[in-house]
């Protein structure tokens, strides 16, 4: 029982546009929105978050949409930088768990 | 002491064996989990403690144990390695009121 879904595995952008990764849940229990970011060979790290009451949050170059009615949220990076290249997995979280996606492998390009 | 550390970082178990993984966290970081990510999935969550109490399982068998104690280090212990055990094991930490949670870098376990 997937859970959270990311249905695109790899995604290539060039350097200074725009990336965006989408990520679909189906339990409207979760209380809680992460993105994390994973080079290879380090653990995810925390990107930014989003409240189940909110819609959006912005941080530098990192915005998270929340849409509730979709059950679908997603992850905006402007401008992309080639250190932005990893792999993201979104993840939602309740009081005692994170339920994670299957990852999408972001590639930028010069 | 900042941020999370685990250990070992790789390590090498026969079919049957018993293993112990460590983690380290963040002073004040009361709440520790620990994920098992197979090859190209996502981490998994098997279980997370709060002030030393388990408070939440994933679908992993008892084999799969805990603890945590009081200095802010927990460990994992596998019993009756099976080859599917195979995997990195991910631990991550968080203050009681946070949302973000930390994570280490992982222990890469071969079963073989």
């Known amino acids: 029982d997937q859970q959270v879904k990311q249905n695109s595995p790899s995604l290539s952008v060039q350097e200074g546009r725009i990336s965006i990764l989408n990520c679909d849940y189906t339990?409207?229990?979760?209380?809680?929105f992460l993105w994390y970011k994973k080079y290879p060979a380090e653990g995810p790290t925390f990107l930014i978050s989003?409240?189940?009451?909110?819609d959006k949050n912005e941080d530098g170059r990192f915005t998270v949409f929340l849409n509730k009615s979709a059950k679908h949220l997603s992850l905006h990076i402007v401008p992309s930088q080639p250190g932005d290249s990893a792999v993201y997995f979104c993840a939602a979280g309740t009081a005692s768990k994170l339920t994670f996606g299957t990852g999408t492998r972001l590639q930028v390009t010069l | 002491e900042t941020g999370v550390t685990q250990s070992p970082t790789h390590l090498i178990k026969t079919r049957g064996q018993q293993v112990t993984l460590r983690c380290s966290s963040q002073?004040?970081?009361?709440?520790v989990s620990w994920y098992q990510q197979a090859l190209g999935q996502g981490p998994q969550f098997i279980f997370q403690y709060y002030r030393e109490e388990e408070n939440g399982r994933g679908n992993f068998p008892p084999r799969f144990s805990g603890l945590q104690f009081p200095n802010y280090s927990s460990e994992l212990n596998v019993n009756a390695l099976e080859l599917d055990d195979s995997a990195l094991y991910l631990c991550?930490?968080?203050?009681?009121?946070?949302?973000?949670?930390?994570f280490g870098s992982g222990t890469r376990l071969t079963v073989v």
């Open positions: 002073s004040g970081h009361n709440t």
């Open positions: 339990n409207s229990m979760f209380d809680y």
């Open positions: 989003i409240s189940s009451i909110k």
């Open positions: 991550a930490s968080r203050a009681g009121t946070g949302i973000g949670y930390t």
